[in-house]
């Protein structure tokens, strides 16, 4: 089952998601694969995978308001996540966006595309 939720997005977020090309021209197809991937590796101690402790009080500046479709257990598990982080649901979705960016910057992602292609 979908759901509706706003979010929202600040800059550096949005950079980070254009500049890994996450978006295909919809903001909210990236968002969603962010938020899959981070949740994803949790437990694999990649680096910079918990949110970061000095950016806890701080609140994105700049933000725009997207809507996002998204499965209801998706967004239930970002929920308990962020709740077992200390932060808010929107601090993890933003901090899962810039985790992938940097993923694809450092081309783990596209380590792990040839891995799953060959386990196939």
Do not use: C
């Not at 021209?25 to 918990?50: F, H, M, N």
């Not at 209801?72 to 932060?87: D, I, P, T, Y």
Request: hydrophobic residues 40%; aromatic residues 4%.
């Amino acid at each position: 089952m979908k759901r509706t939720v706003s979010v929202g997005l600040g800059a550096f977020a949005r950079e980070g998601l254009a500049a890994a090309e996450l978006n295909g021209g919809q903001a909210s197809t990236g968002i969603v694969r962010a938020i899959r991937v981070y949740l994803r590796d949790k437990g694999t101690e990649e680096p910079g995978w918990a949110y970061p402790a000095l950016l806890r009080e701080q609140r994105p500046t700049e933000e725009v308001e997207l809507e996002l479709s998204i499965d209801e257990v998706l967004w239930r598990q970002l929920e308990q996540e962020a709740a077992a982080q200390g932060v808010t649901p929107q601090q993890l979705l933003q901090h899962a966006v810039l985790y992938l960016a940097a993923e694809v910057d450092a081309g783990r992602v596209t380590r792990r595309i040839l891995e799953e292609l060959g386990e196939e």
